[in-house]
């Protein structure tokens, strides 16, 4: 079809670059898993404007193929292909969805100031998730009247993009392909969710083509529906009972270490605040280390459920001191043991995880207001911490070691105050 | 009068205003996130503002179901026909809800109702604006448009937001019985379909 045909008739034309205004403005509201410069993350949420972008270019391809109802065309012999009669019609509407999705994931990019590729298996995804919402529409567009067509594929394509995040549990909305919870640094895009979505696609592009096909007997009006039913079904078994994000722990392979002991280690987009890292491990390490603190031999920032206890986790978020100094003692504390998520027992580690921090801080030679004045107890913890650096060294380490057993197993009592 | 409401698919109509009022009951109080480009973040748009959308689609199906050519040279008043039967499909509609409503088993069910007004006064005007194989293009595209723009940050809505309106707010009802009124105003003063 011609550039100026399509400019005259399509709807996708003229509307395509509203659409695209719209998914760079939707780009920017929402809040990212995190705000560093990671590139899944961007493209992730810049991707989530497939839930607009979806059910507009499903409306545009309902149009479009309400054409070919009017004319009673598909029905007809004809000399070129379905497909590339389908493939000409659907175009500028691809076209239009998938410039905006373009255009979103640019902006978020511009925004976040960042110069990289977007993550391949999301766009892919968003790529899958469009053009299957558009020859879906298309089919319906070619099956029933466009005054139906259109706002049914619209409305439909809506509803199945906003309804399941709207419901619980949260792992209903992952099979629609649109993860904003995706991702934290230390994590990455789980498979089971990307293999979900294109599930779904693959149970629309079924019911698609069980619409498209010709000659058409009222019987296709219920298989399609079932079509895309069990696609939806199946992309729910594969992501059911996962946890709040569509997420796996990141491949540690990628971290980028500094030598120590202990070691530092930080993914690539914390790269610069490495030096500073390691520099502020050189220096508080022999002091916890003196004053009997069970150091890793490893601080990293890699996240999972399993990670071994000589490993330390900590995040480093700025390249202020104190605050890598904050995070330092985060990371010396044990994991919460897997019994703590469970009420048989009582776990009293949360509350001591406060005091031991603020005192690790102090040791580190770090105003420990800085950090108990973000605590609602933060007076307490100060006293406490006052009282427990005013005993004898011997007597410290007895309550260091008394809170970090309190930490690592269920039902043993923190001595928080020292004279307990 | 048989054939003509056959052809104007009125047992569909009657079936999709009272499957309005059974979702509204089967979907309660749910909300769908939607952008709003204004406020900065996702809205919760009840989906009782969105079912009635239904209403407005059904009745401009019905009202392009005809044959043009034939109406065109009919000697009963078609477009009066047809202007009264879209105003007796959004009153069933707000009947039904009226009814949940009367019933207290929906708090959203007088809303719907009023929006259903409102959409298919705004439907009927489509079929006059885009004409009738796009019309309910723009009840649609009016319910996006107030989700993304209609609020703003410490404002709840803006006047012209009407559709996100709770059941008791006046203008709301005067803006939807308004956008009736003029639909089948327009549709009332217009030729046959072509």
Redesign the interface.
């Known amino acids: 079809m011609a550039v100026q045909t399509i400019l005259r008739i399509s709807p996708a034309a003229w509307l395509g670059p509203i659409l695209a205004l719209?998914a760079m403005?939707?780009a920017r509201?929402?809040?990212p898993a995190t705000y560093d410069p990671y590139p899944l993350a961007l493209t992730s949420v810049a991707g989530w404007t497939v839930s607009?972008i979806g059910p507009t270019v499903a409306?545009f391809g309902a149009?479009e193929g309400?054409r070919l109802h009017?004319a009673g065309w598909w029905g007809l012999p004809h000399a070129r292909p379905a497909v590339v009669v389908a493939g000409a019609s659907l175009a500028p509407v691809l076209v239009a969805g998938l410039g905006a999705l373009g255009a979103a994931i640019a902006i978020r990019f511009a925004d976040a100031g960042v110069l990289a590729w977007p993550d391949l298996r999301v766009v892919g995804v968003e790529t899958c998730v469009v053009t299957a919402q558009a020859l879906l529409g298309f089919a319906i567009g070619l099956r029933l009247?466009?005054?139906?067509a259109?706002?049914?594929a619209?409305?439909l394509m809506?509803?199945w993009m906003?309804?399941p995040?709207?419901?619980l549990p949260v792992w209903l909305d992952f099979p629609t392909g649109a993860w904003a919870g995706c991702c934290a640094i230390d994590s990455d895009l789980a498979p089971r969710a990307v293999a979900s979505a294109l599930t779904v696609v693959a149970g629309f592009l079924v019911a698609a083509l069980v619409l498209l096909r010709q000659p058409f007997a009222r019987v296709q009006f219920g298989l399609a529906p079932l079509a895309a039913a069990l696609g939806i079904a199946a992309g729910l078994w594969l992501v059911r009972g996962m946890d709040s994000n569509p997420t796996v722990p990141r491949d540690p392979s990628v971290l980028v270490c500094a030598p120590g002991p202990p070691e530092v280690c930080v993914w690539p987009e914390h790269r610069s605040r490495l030096a500073t890292a390691a520099r502020v491990v050189a220096k508080v390490a022999p002091v916890w280390q003196a004053a009997g603190v069970p150091l890793p031999a490893r601080f990293s920032e890699e996240w999972s459920e399993s990670l071994p206890s000589s490993t330390g986790r900590v995040i480093i978020r700025s390249d202020n001191e104190e605050e890598i100094v904050l995070s330092l003692a985060r990371g010396v504390l044990p994991p919460v043991p897997p019994c703590a998520l469970k009420s048989e027992v009582p776990y009293f580690g949360f509350e001591a995880r406060a005091y031991v921090i603020a005192w690790l801080v102090d040791v580190a030679g770090v105003p420990p207001e800085r950090y108990a004045s973000t605590h609602v107890n933060g007076v307490e913890i100060l006293a406490t911490v006052a009282a427990v650096r005013a005993l004898p060294p011997d007597e410290q380490r007895a309550w260091l070691a008394g809170n970090l057993a309190a930490m690592r197993a269920c039902g043993v009592r923190p001595p928080l105050e020292p004279t307990q | 009068m048989t054939l003509w409401l056959r052809v104007r698919r009125a047992r569909t109509c009657v079936a999709v205003a009272l499957a309005l009022a059974a979702s509204l009951l089967l979907t309660g109080d749910l909300a769908l996130p939607i952008p709003s480009l204004r406020v900065g973040s996702t809205l919760a748009l009840p989906f009782a503002f969105l079912l009635p959308l239904a209403v407005a689609t059904v009745v401009a199906y019905a009202l392009g179901a005809g044959d043009p050519r034939a109406e065109a040279v009919a000697c009963r008043p078609m477009r009066l026909l047809d202007t009264a039967y879209a105003l007796a499909v959004a009153a069933l509609a707000l009947g039904a809800c009226g009814l949940l409503w009367a019933a207290d088993v929906s708090d959203t069910a007088p809303a719907a109702g009023r929006n259903a007004l409102g959409y298919v006064g705004l439907t009927l005007l489509g079929r006059r604006l885009v004409g009738p194989h796009a019309a309910p293009i723009l009840p649609v595209g009016f319910v996006l448009l107030t989700a993304m723009f209609g609020v703003r940050p410490g404002v709840e809505r803006d006047w012209w937001a009407w559709p996100l309106a709770g059941a008791s707010d006046p203008a709301a009802w005067l803006f939807a019985g308004a956008l009736l009124l003029l639909g089948a105003a327009a549709l009332a003063g217009t030729g046959a379909d072509r």
């Open positions: 719209v403005g939707y509201i929402i809040y607009v409306a149009w309400g009017r009247r466009p005054v139906v259109v706002p049914a619209f409305l809506f509803t906003a309804l995040a709207a419901i």
